[in-house]
Nanobody, 131 residues
């Protein structure tokens, strides 16, 4: 059973930085997408970063592009989300998710931020951006 455990959340001032970690265990995640989603109160879950484990290609929505960076340490089986220039609107519970790449591919494209396509989720870590 694939397990994902997030860590690194906390309180940070606007303009600050934070790095989240997602420890992956259970089995080898070849040809998987590992993504970060976030969910703020009364808002839908939103994808903020995705990495393809087969080739390292990454995806970001425009709302975080240039501020968030996803990376993977294969030796540690850990995926990171580096966040800079944080804004109050980045406040949310951040979740790590994983599933097979093929589930996100249709009509010739990858759609990495369709949350219902992911079967494996961590429990989340809270990021609070406030002065």
């Amino acid at each position: 059973q694939l397990q994902l455990v997030e860590s690194g959340g906390g309180l940070v001032q606007p303009g600050g930085s934070l790095r989240l970690s997602c420890a992956v265990s259970g089995f080898t995640v070849d040809n998987y997408a590992i993504s970060w989603f976030r969910q703020a109160p009364v808002k839908e879950r939103e994808g903020v970063a995705c990495i393809r484990t087969n080739d390292g290609v990454t995806y970001y929505p425009d709302s975080v592009k240039g501020r968030f960076t996803i990376s993977r340490d294969n030796a540690k089986n850990t995926v990171y989300l580096q966040m800079i220039s944080l804004k109050p609107e980045d406040t949310a519970v951040y979740y790590c998710a994983a599933d097979l790449l093929q589930k996100l591919y249709y009509s010739g494209y990858y759609f990495p931020f369709e949350a219902p396509k992911y079967n494996y989720w961590g429990k989340g870590t809270l990021v609070l951006v406030s002065s």
